[in-house]
C-alpha cells in the first residue's frame, strides 16, 4: 500500500487560494495607465475624469482588495497588509476624480497630511520589502518618490513636480507588470524569463535542523539498494562514504544516534545490536527517499 508520508506540517499546510499577488499587480498596473494620461495634462475632461475613476475603483481598489484579503488568508501579512491598505487609497482616488469631474475638489491640507503619514509608511515597507528581492525593494522605493513628489507639491505647490509625479505613476505600472508577469509566467515556461534579483538585505538565518546528514545516508543506502538490492552495507563503508561526500560528519561525531533514530522510524534494518555492524534501507526507508527527495507522488515532478 502507498503511504504518503508528511514530516513537516508547515510543507503540509495548503494555502487556501492561489497565490493573489499577480491579480493586485495587475490591477495597480491598470490603474495607473488610467491616471497616467491626467498625470501628463491629458483627459481632463468630466468624461475623461470619470472613466479613470471607474478604473480606479474596479482596478486599483477593486483587484488590489481581493488581492490583499486573499493574502492574508495565505497568512501572507507583508501582501495583505500592503494590498489592502493601498486598496483604500484607490478608492480614496476614485472618490477624488468623481469629484473633480463635477468640479469639487478635496481639501488640500488633509491630503497633505495624509500624503505625508502615507510617505513614512511606505518608506518602512520599502526596508522590509528589501529582505524579499531587490525588485520589490525597487517597487515600494517607487512608491516612496511618487509620495515625496506629491508631498513637495502639496508644500510649494505649481505644477513643478507634475511630470516626477507622472514618471513616477508610469514607473510604477511597469515594474508592477514585470514582477507579475514573472510570477505568472517563470513557473509557466520553466525558466526565468522575466528576471527577479534576490533580497537586498538578507536577515540573520533562524535555527533549523540540519537534514544534510540524514539525507546523505539515505542517498549512500538508496544507491547501495540501486545496486545490490537489499544486500546490506557495512557501517564503516558508510561512514566512509558520508564523509567523501560532506567532507566531515556535520559535527556529529558519528552516524551511529542518527542510524539508531532512522531503525526507530522504520527507514533503516541495522544489525549488530547497539554498535550496528551493517545497515540497509527498508521498504518504508526506499519510498520515503523517493517521496521527499525524488518527489515519486508529486505530478508536477
Not at 471607474?54 to 497568512?75: D, E, K, V, W
Not at 560528519?249 to 547497539?274: C, K, M, T, W
Amino acid at each position: 500500500m502507498i503511504r504518503n508520508i508528511q514530516l513537516d506540517m508547515a510543507t503540509a499546510h495548503k494555502e487556501p487560494f492561489a497565490e493573489p499577488t499577480p491579480l493586485g499587480l495587475i490591477g495597480l498596473a491598470l490603474g495607473c495607465a488610467a491616471l497616467t494620461p491626467i498625470a501628463f495634462g491629458y483627459g481632463l475632461s468630466p468624461a475623461g475624469l470619470k472613466t479613470a475613476a471607474i478604473f480606479c475603483l474596479l482596478f486599483g481598489a477593486g483587484c488590489q482588495l481581493l488581492a490583499g484579503l486573499m493574502s492574508f488568508a495565505n497568512r501572507n501579512v507583508f501582501g495583505g497588509t500592503l494590498f489592502t491598505a493601498f486598496a483604500f487609497n484607490w478608492l480614496l482616488n476614485y472618490w477624488a476624480l468623481d469629484l473633480l469631474s463635477r468640479g469639487t475638489m478635496l481639501d488640500h491640507t488633509i491630503l497633505l497630511a495624509t500624503d505625508v503619514a502615507a510617505l513614512v509608511i511606505f518608506l518602512v515597507f520599502t526596508y522590509g520589502f528589501g529582505f524579499f528581492s531587490k525588485l520589490l525593494f525597487l517597487f515600494l522605493l517607487d512608491i516612496d518618490l511618487l509620495y515625496a513628489a506629491k508631498v513637495l507639491k502639496g508644500v510649494v505647490g505649481g505644477r513643478a513636480f507634475d511630470l516626477p509625479i507622472a514618471i513616477f505613476t508610469v514607473g510604477l505600472a511597469l515594474i508592477a507588470l514585470w514582477i507579475a508577469f514573472a510570477m505568472l509566467i517563470n513557473p509557466t515556461a520553466g525558466r526565468a524569463i522575466f528576471k527577479v534579483p534576490g533580497p537586498l538585505f538578507l536577515a540573520p538565518r533562524k535555527p533549523g535542523f540540519d537534514w544534510s546528514l540524514r539525507r546523505t545516508i539515505f542517498e549512500v543506502l538508496y544507491q547501495q539498494w540501486k545496486e545490490k538490492a537489499f544486500t546490506e552495507l557495512s557501517v564503516d563503508e558508510l561512514e566512509k562514504a558520508v564523509r567523501a561526500k560532506t567532507g566531515a560528519v556535520n559535527g556529529h561525531g558519528n552516524i551511529l544516534p542518527d542510524l539508531h533514530y532512522l531503525r526507530e522510524f522504520g527507514a533503516l534494518q541495522l544489525s549488530g545490536g547497539e554498535t550496528a555492524q551493517t545497515a540497509r534501507l527498508t521498504a518504508s526507508g526506499i519510498d520515503l527517499y523517493e517521496q521527499i527527495v525524488l518527489k515519486k507522488y508529486d505530478p508536477a515532478a
